[in-house]
């Protein structure tokens, strides 16, 4: 009698483990074909995670959560992890903090070893490697080479509302409405006004790898994504969509690596655009989008909601299909993707995931 209490004090026990795994980390049930198999976790706060200078590998990623940043490895392991009191930025090969008061920035690399410093006052943005000043005023930026020397700068009479750069270009929207397009050297190589709302403004923008297509979210009342042809410095819109509401935020906009899809956010979830067909889909979503990722080797994306309740992971693929998501209960959430693997942090926790096909 005794070891039939126990026995069914254990199912009991397991059966509500369970459920509280599946609640966690599968708001909706993954189809069949996919799996998604925990590696492992690392613990900002334990100093085993860590690995001494001369053990760093190149495969870096960077994270921040909260008021941390810092890099981990593929394997798993911390290379690098600082606290900031104010305001950060980090890529992939290096980090800066700095507050609203700074008179000039220190750019460090992955190590934690100063690559220089920038005698400029205002906020740094690293992208694509690229490092950029935004100056006071918020109309205006800079760009520096990593001797601390300024590239160029380019001025403009309205705020600056939206910013991306590839490589070799770079992309402004601003709070009048206007996109305006730059090469390497910060030259004017394109701009105009997409117009058709009630209000211009750009809520979000997003320049191809190719340098080809622009695309935003622009204005409010009457707000719409468009998508833009920039060649011979003559712009051209090709496609454009009056979206059902309104964002009066700063809205995500991304193209595919490939450059053939293009991501942006709608008032109601995740909108798909075709680039070539210009063919488009909505992916009903709840909670704001604060990011998009492919996650390389899977034909998946993943994007980061920020919900009432805490954050929730989306998994697309085929460019328009959810197959499942799950929740993660932090106050603060990064995702980062390398070779089918998914990283998670959440507060200060990072977990990796892998995700396979087949049963």
């Not at 205006?140 to 705020?159: A, D, H, I, V």
């Not at 770079?170 to 030259?187: F, P, R, V, W």
């Not at 993707?337 to 990796?352: E, N």
Request: proline content about 3%.
């Amino acid at each position: 009698m005794n070891n039939t209490k126990k026995k069914y004090v254990f199912w009991i026990c397991l059966t509500l483990l369970l459920c509280a795994v599946y609640i966690f980390f599968a708001a909706r049930p993954f189809s069949q074909e996919l799996t998604m198999e925990i590696q492992w976790t690392v613990d900002l706060n334990r100093s085993e995670d860590f690995v001494a200078g001369s053990e760093k590998s190149d495969d870096a990623i960077p994270f921040r959560l909260g008021n941390r940043l810092g890099y981990f490895s593929e394997s798993g392991k911390l290379l690098l992890c600082e606290d900031f009191p104010f305001k950060a930025t980090i890529c992939s090969t290096y980090w800066a903090t700095f507050d609203a008061s700074s008179h000039g920035v220190t750019v460090k690399d992955v190590s934690g070893n100063e690559v220089t410093k920038i005698d400029c006052e205002g906020f740094p943005f690293f992208n694509n490697q690229r490092c950029f000043v935004f100056l006071p005023g918020g109309n205006s930026l800079c760009e520096y080479n990593t001797s601390g020397e300024r590239k160029w700068m380019y001025e403009n009479f309205s705020p600056i509302t939206a910013f991306q750069a590839t490589p070799n270009d770079a992309l402004i929207g601003t709070a009048d409405g206007n996109l305006i397009c730059l090469d390497s050297k910060g030259e004017k190589t394109a701009s105009f006004y997409p117009g058709g709302s009630d209000f211009s403004i750009i809520l979000g923008a997003d320049i191809s790898s190719n340098g080809k297509f622009v695309a935003a979210i622009s204005g409010i009342d009457k707000q719409r994504i468009i998508l833009a042809q920039v060649k011979d410095s003559q712009p051209k819109i090709l496609y454009h969509r009056y979206l059902a509401g309104n964002i009066r935020q700063n809205a995500l906009v991304r193209f595919a690596s490939s450059d053939k899809m293009l991501y942006f956010a709608t008032p109601n979830g995740l909108g798909v655009l075709d680039v070539a067909s210009h063919r488009t889909s909505e992916i009903p979503l709840a909670g704001k989008i604060v990011d998009v990722i492919e996650i390389p080797g899977t034909e998946l994306w993943a994007v980061l909601l920020n919900q009432i309740n805490g954050y929730e992971v989306a998994l697309i693929e085929d460019f328009s299909n959810m197959v499942g998501s799950f929740a993660v209960e932090a106050k603060n959430v990064f995702i980062a993707s390398r070779s089918s693997t998914l990283y998670v942090g959440h507060d200060d926790k990072i977990s990796a995931f892998a995700l396979k096909r087949g049963l």
